[in-house]
């Protein structure tokens, strides 16, 4: 079994418009703005909460559980940049799209078909400068509410 690092093997796009989040086409993700070198190295947390139903009835002492609902959120921390800050322009409250993950294939090269991908539905939240530290370069972290179930197994088609 082949194991990869996420260093050099994730890339992160904010993308406008996919017809089918399950099944994106190579263009659409291409077409997309690529913000693989603006993400900190501990920069994706896709922050997904599970909850679980109690199940259990007053004749059992065991207290059984079935899956219930289950939710994401998703942050990205970015770098700002003294020349075109593309990804602190890009991020405006309000709007939406996709994020798109690739993981396992080398970062910066361009999407292509049959790549597995996750596909986030998304709307931006404000953007907020992370809080000064020493020896740090300035970052903000970009929070989106994700509007649908995402597609964590999508193919690109």
């Excluded at 609902?69 to 322009?89: K, Q």
């Excluded at 649908?148 to 999508?154: D, I």
Aim: hydrophobic fraction near 40%.
């Amino acid at each position: 079994m082949a194991r990869y690092v996420y260093e050099g093997k994730t890339d992160v796009w904010w993308v406008v418009t996919i017809a089918s989040k399950t099944a994106p086409t190579a263009a659409e993700i291409n077409a997309g703005v690529n913000l693989t070198s603006f993400v900190a190295k501990d920069g994706v947390a896709t922050n997904f909460n599970k909850n679980n139903v109690d199940s259990a009835t007053i004749a059992e002492s065991f207290n059984s559980q079935i899956v219930g609902s289950f939710g994401s959120d998703l942050e990205l921390t970015m770098f700002r940049d003294d020349t075109a800050d593309t990804a602190w322009n890009l991020c405006v409250y309000g709007t939406n799209g996709f994020v798109v993950l690739r993981r396992g294939v080398t970062s910066g090269t361009t999407a292509v078909a049959a790549q597995k991908v996750e596909v986030f539905p998304a709307q931006m939240h404000e953007p907020t400068v992370d809080n000064s530290s020493q020896d740090t370069q300035v970052r903000f972290i970009e929070t989106f509410a994700v509007t649908s179930q995402p597609a964590q197994k999508a193919t690109v088609a």
